[in-house]
């Protein structure tokens, strides 16, 4: 079993930076595959993010260059770190594991259905 929780996030006007934070236990180190996925009000979750064992990472095309994806498997968290924010950018923020073993997929990234674990969301808001 796997448990996710989530933390930081926040309130920043357009252009600023935040950071959100989750912290993983359980099959922490057989989680070879961690990302972000974001949901605004009335839309569809979409995928923001991942970062497999190896480090190797994906981002979609929306927040490419801006937003950054990292993991400290010592101190057993995940991380994005947002930067030049936009009001589109404003939703709940989702911390996901696939199931231990399994790599990111590389050909067709974050997809929703291969992550079986997630945490319960941090709220990010941007205003204009």
């Known amino acids: 079993q796997i448990q996710l929780r989530e933390s930081g996030g926040g309130s920043t006007p357009a252009g600023g930076s935040l950071r959100v934070t989750c912290s993983a236990s359980?099959?922490?180190?057989?989680?070879?595959?961690i990302g972000w996925f974001r949901q605004a009000p009335g839309k569809a979750r979409e995928g923001v993010a991942d970062i497999d064992t190896d480090g190797t990472t994906h981002y979609t095309d929306a927040v490419k260059g801006r937003f950054t994806i990292s993991r400290d498997n010592a101190k057993h968290t995940l991380e994005l770190q947002m930067n030049s924010l936009e009001p589109e950018d404003t939703a709940v923020y989702y911390c996901?594991?696939?199931?231990?073993?399994?790599?990111?997929?590389?050909?067709?990234?974050?997809?929703?259905?291969?992550?079986?674990?997630w945490g319960k969301g941090t709220q990010v808001t941007v205003s204009s």
């Open positions: 996901a594991s696939k199931n231990p073993g399994s790599w990111c997929n590389t050909v067709n990234p974050l997809q929703e259905r291969e992550y079986k674990y």
């Open positions: 359980g099959y922490i180190y057989e989680t070879y595959c």
